[in-house]
């Protein structure tokens, strides 16, 4: 049974000085009581934070940072956490949840990141996407592509091929070997010389 308490979906005067909140949480928790997980092995670049931040700015909020009720610490949205902190924000949404054990709480914090890292993207309907996106004069930030990830997209990479004037392998050519003992030559596949 779920004993959850319904999750919150109001302003409050915390989130007025903010980007609009458009996800579920239980509280709007000021950003310096909350506590990143200090083993967390999940690496932030600025690159990234500095996207996500803006993402934040434009679209709001659309996931909240998850607490652990069991050790106070934050599990998933380290990212958004960091990403809070660029925008100079003083609070931000956070879903308290609780984990049975330190290892189911352990377990869900490799987990929030290595599944996303599983996924597989279908690069022609990328292209698409984000094509039309960049047609329409989007700032493509927004979709997490700064310029130069874009432009090595788009320009794709081209299947590796032979040059031209490469000859093709021939598996049948007969290939000498000499033993480098007793300098005795054979043809065929190498093979060790008594």
Not at 44 to 49: A, I, L, S, W
Request: charged fraction near 25%; charge should be negative; proline fraction near 9%.
């Amino acid at each position: 049974m779920n004993d959850r308490k319904p999750k919150k979906r109001a302003a409050s005067p915390l989130e007025a000085s903010g980007p609009a909140v458009n996800c579920a949480f239980d509280e709007l928790v000021p950003l310096e009581k909350l506590v990143p997980n200090p083993r967390n092995p999940n690496q932030h670049p600025e690159v990234q934070v500095r996207l996500l931040a803006k993402v934040i700015a434009h679209q709001g909020w659309r996931s909240p940072v998850v607490v652990s009720k069991r050790s106070g610490f934050i599990v998933s949205g380290h990212g958004r956490y960091e990403a809070a902190k660029v925008l100079g924000l003083t609070a931000v949404p956070v879903d308290f949840q609780d984990f049975a054990t330190d290892a189911d709480e352990w377990a869900h914090l490799v987990a929030d990141n290595r599944l996303a890292e599983l996924a597989e993207a279908d690069s022609g309907a990328l292209k698409e996407v984000l094509g039309e996106l960049k047609a329409a004069d989007f700032d493509m930030d927004l979709a997490g592509f700064d310029a130069e990830a874009l432009a090595d997209l788009l320009a794709g990479t081209p299947e590796p091929t032979a040059p031209e004037d490469f000859p093709e392998v021939d598996e049948d050519l007969p290939t000498e070997y000499q033993c480098p003992k007793c300098q005795f030559r054979w043809s065929g596949k190498p093979s060790e010389c008594a």
